[in-house]
């Protein structure tokens, strides 16, 4: 029944890209979000189909003249074809609008690789000065350490060195060599770092700076603990958009301490093509905006359904069945920065915790072991993933407590859905009569999927309210209806949060801001821990 579940799921991506060509055509006019365009496409590249995906994008071209993206396709076809002279008038003709060249460096390489080994190509690498394709981006930070993701053209020895004024030998930390098997990749950390500190910071790739002159900096968290000020951005639903990745600039603009990404941080939707996967990755992590906002900004996140498996899937709860569970969580993890992902290989998902100051974040997991929520006790966490946040949230002394999740809690946010926490009341119960058996104080509920804005107030017979911000629309352009149930509901442009914490404060404080994309507050709220303290408990 799970197999069915999880290939009904899968059949849904199928349809879609049934309605986007017949007959092997590509449609000449663009249907649906631009995020799944090209897919088909690309999917004739990954079954090495070269001559249809060469009539596909050169169909599509014909329609769009100036879609980069689909100049990326075309190279990788005429490649695959054998033209790797007009392939490289393809890459030429790109990079001169304006899409970078690490796109046709990163790939997939099995994609290009008859234009990526001519000498014509590698000579435009170096031209180029290209050793560093994705990245940098700093993420889990703490208060004396950081680690670095980092993607290099070839494989080659990287390390990255700090300094307070400027990068020196200051601080730096081990070398480590990137390789095909790491897809290229590296997450290099380092210690020995001060309490709230700026440093900037470079990446050495085979003994020479990637990033000079501009080099990037970061901040490092308040002591564990202390008390402070500081403000972490948090949201959902990033399908890839061109005319939208400004808002990567945007957020980085209010110089968050840290990011949350809740899950839709890119659409994929095809769980058994590792790399349609990663190909859905490198077009964001190609993205100027992107690269720039991430490097100045340590982030942290988990998964939804467009980026775990497919739309409102339900894969069950074992680890290996379906089988594509683990390959997809060994994607992902070469493809973020996080302190740790879930249980490791004997308990896979991209749960964590970390903690900045006197406030600890708990990001949970919503897809991996969700069971069928028309079944009798289903579970949305499975068994491990709940008692590590039953244990984690009882151990937890800090001011407030940030419970993070893919999917909404309140009730109501998505009417006659079985997807949200609605399909899981039981568990849900479980958790929140927890907190209250347990006189847990101070915790707020995050999540995305909704694409737009809210705010909830979770009334509860016993214990203090809960109160829920959500906020899933980062670069979508499709859109859900607000909600009347909600204190507040948004959606006409794209949004983020904006989380202040001050816990300097006699009675601490907490204040959700809601931004567009050209940076409007259109919502704040602001939350006190004696309004989320049960009776008998200091509210610090």
Same mark, same amino acid.
């Given at each position: 029944?799970?197999?069915?579940?999880?290939?009904?799921?899968?059949?849904?991506?199928?349809?879609? +890209?049934?309605?986007?060509?017949?007959?092997? !055509?590509?449609?000449?006019?663009?249907?649906?979000?631009?995020?799944?365009?090209?897919?088909?496409?690309?999917?004739?590249?990954?079954?090495?189909?070269?001559?249809?995906?060469?009539?596909?994008?050169?169909?599509?071209?014909?329609?769009?003249?100036?879609?980069?993206?689909?100049?990326?396709?075309?190279?990788?076809? !005429?490649?695959?074809?054998?033209?790797?002279?007009?392939?490289?008038?393809?890459?030429?003709?790109?990079?001169?609008?304006?899409?970078?060249?690490?796109?046709?460096?990163?790939?997939?390489?099995?994609?290009?690789?008859?234009?990526?080994?001519?000498?014509?190509?590698?000579? =435009?690498?170096?031209?180029?000065?290209?050793? =560093?394709?994705?990245?940098?981006?700093?993420?889990?930070?703490?208060?004396?350490?950081?680690?670095?993701?980092?993607?290099?053209?070839?494989?080659?020895?990287?390390?990255?060195? =700090?300094?307070?004024?400027?990068?020196?030998?200051?601080?730096?930390?081990?070398?480590?060599?990137?390789?095909?098997?790491?897809?290229?990749?590296?997450?290099?950390?380092?210690?020995?770092?001060?309490?709230?500190?700026?440093?900037?910071?470079?990446?050495?790739?085979?003994?020479?700076?990637?990033?000079?002159?501009?080099?990037?900096?970061?901040?490092?968290?308040?002591?564990?603990?202390?008390?402070?000020?500081?403000?972490?951005?948090?949201?959902?639903?990033?399908?890839?958009?061109?005319?939208?990745?400004?808002?990567?600039?945007?957020?980085?603009?209010?110089?968050?301490?840290?990011?949350?990404?809740?899950?839709?941080?890119?659409?994929?939707?095809?769980?058994?093509?590792?790399?349609?996967?990663?190909?859905?990755?490198?077009?964001?992590?190609?993205?100027?905006?992107?690269?720039?906002?991430?490097?100045?900004?340590?982030?942290?996140?988990?998964?939804?359904?467009?980026?775990?498996?497919?739309?409102?899937?339900?894969?069950?709860?074992?680890?290996?069945?379906?089988?594509?569970?683990?390959?997809?969580?060994? +994607?992902?993890?070469?493809?973020?920065?996080?302190?740790?992902?879930?249980?490791?290989?004997?308990?896979?998902?991209?749960?964590?915790?970390?903690?900045?100051?006197?406030?600890?974040?708990?990001?949970?997991?919503?897809?991996?072991?969700?069971? /069928?929520?028309?079944?009798?006790?289903?579970?949305?966490?499975?068994?491990?993933?709940?008692?590590?946040?039953?244990?984690?949230?009882?151990?937890?002394?800090?001011?407030?407590?940030?419970?993070?999740?893919? +999917?909404?809690?309140?009730?109501?946010?998505?009417?006659?859905?079985?997807?949200?926490?609605?399909?899981?009341?039981?568990?849900?119960?479980?958790?929140?009569?927890?907190?209250?058996?347990?006189?847990?104080?101070?915790?707020?509920?995050?999540?995305?999927?909704?694409?737009?804005?809210?705010?909830?107030?979770?009334?509860?017979?016993?214990?203090?309210?809960?109160?829920?911000?959500?906020?899933?629309?980062?670069? /979508?352009?499709?859109?859900?209806?607000?909600?009347?149930?909600?204190?507040?509901?948004?959606?006409?442009? !794209?949004?983020?949060?904006? =989380?202040?914490?001050?816990?300097?404060?006699?009675?601490?404080?907490?204040?959700?801001?809601?931004?567009?994309?050209?940076?409007?507050?259109?919502?704040?709220?602001?939350?006190?821990?004696? !309004?989320?303290?049960?009776?008998?408990?200091?509210?610090?």
């Amino acid at each position: 029944m799970r197999n069915g579940i999880a290939l009904l799921c899968m059949g849904l991506a199928a349809t879609w +890209v049934a309605a986007t060509a017949s007959g092997g !055509q590509p449609a000449r006019k663009r249907r649906g979000p631009y995020k799944r365009t090209h897919i088909q496409g690309m999917k004739l590249l990954d079954a090495g189909e070269h001559a249809k995906a060469l009539t596909f994008f050169q169909d599509y071209l014909a329609a769009q003249p100036d879609d980069l993206e689909a100049h990326f396709g075309l190279a990788a076809a !005429q490649a695959g074809t054998g033209d790797a002279e007009a392939a490289l008038a393809t890459v030429r003709k790109a990079v001169e609008a304006g899409l970078p060249l690490g796109r046709f460096v990163a790939g997939p390489r099995g994609w290009l690789k008859p234009l990526t080994d001519t000498k014509e190509f590698r000579d =435009l690498v170096r031209e180029k000065r290209l050793a =560093l394709v994705h990245g940098p981006m700093p993420g889990a930070v703490t208060s004396r350490s950081a680690r670095f993701w980092i993607r290099t053209a070839t494989a080659s020895p990287v390390k990255v060195v =700090l300094g307070r004024g400027k990068p020196g030998t200051e601080i730096e930390s081990a070398p480590q060599w990137t390789s095909q098997e790491t897809d290229f990749t590296a997450v290099l950390e380092v210690t020995g770092l001060s309490p709230a500190t700026r440093y900037f910071y470079d990446v050495v790739v085979d003994g020479k700076s990637t990033l000079a002159p501009r080099h990037p900096s970061f901040r490092t968290f308040p002591s564990p603990n202390s008390r402070a000020r500081f403000r972490v951005g948090f949201g959902g639903g990033a399908g890839y958009v061109p005319q939208r990745e400004r808002m990567w600039t945007t957020i980085r603009g209010f110089k968050p301490l840290a990011f949350l990404f809740l899950g839709d941080n890119v659409y994929i939707d095809l769980p058994k093509m590792p790399e349609m996967q990663r190909y859905c990755y490198y077009r964001r992590q190609s993205r100027p905006e992107y690269r720039d906002f991430v490097a100045a900004t340590p982030i942290y996140a988990v998964w939804d359904d467009h980026d775990f498996g497919t739309n409102d899937c339900i894969p069950g709860p074992e680890i290996d069945d379906p089988p594509w569970k683990v390959p997809v969580w060994k +994607v992902f993890c070469q493809n973020w920065v996080n302190p740790y992902y879930g249980g490791g290989d004997k308990a896979p998902g991209c749960w964590f915790h970390f903690t900045i100051g006197d406030v600890d974040f708990f990001m949970t997991d919503s897809r991996f072991y969700r069971s /069928n929520p028309r079944k009798p006790n289903p579970s949305m966490l499975g068994p491990a993933q709940k008692q590590w946040l039953l244990d984690r949230l009882k151990e937890s002394r800090a001011t407030f407590k940030v419970l993070a999740n893919g +999917v909404p809690w309140a009730t109501g946010t998505k009417p006659g859905s079985l997807d949200t926490w609605d399909g899981f009341k039981d568990e849900r119960k479980e958790i929140f009569d927890f907190i209250e058996q347990n006189k847990i104080p101070g915790v707020i509920l995050l999540s995305a999927d909704r694409h737009r804005s809210d705010v909830w107030k979770l009334k509860r017979s016993v214990g203090y309210p809960l109160y829920e911000f959500e906020t899933s629309r980062l670069t /979508n352009q499709h859109v859900h209806a607000p909600m009347e149930g909600a204190l507040f509901s948004y959606n006409k442009k !794209q949004a983020f949060g904006l =989380l202040t914490f001050d816990t300097r404060k006699d009675d601490p404080e907490v204040t959700y801001r809601i931004f567009t994309i050209d940076g409007e507050e259109v919502h704040s709220i602001t939350l006190r821990r004696s !309004q989320l303290t049960p009776r008998g408990v200091p509210r610090r």
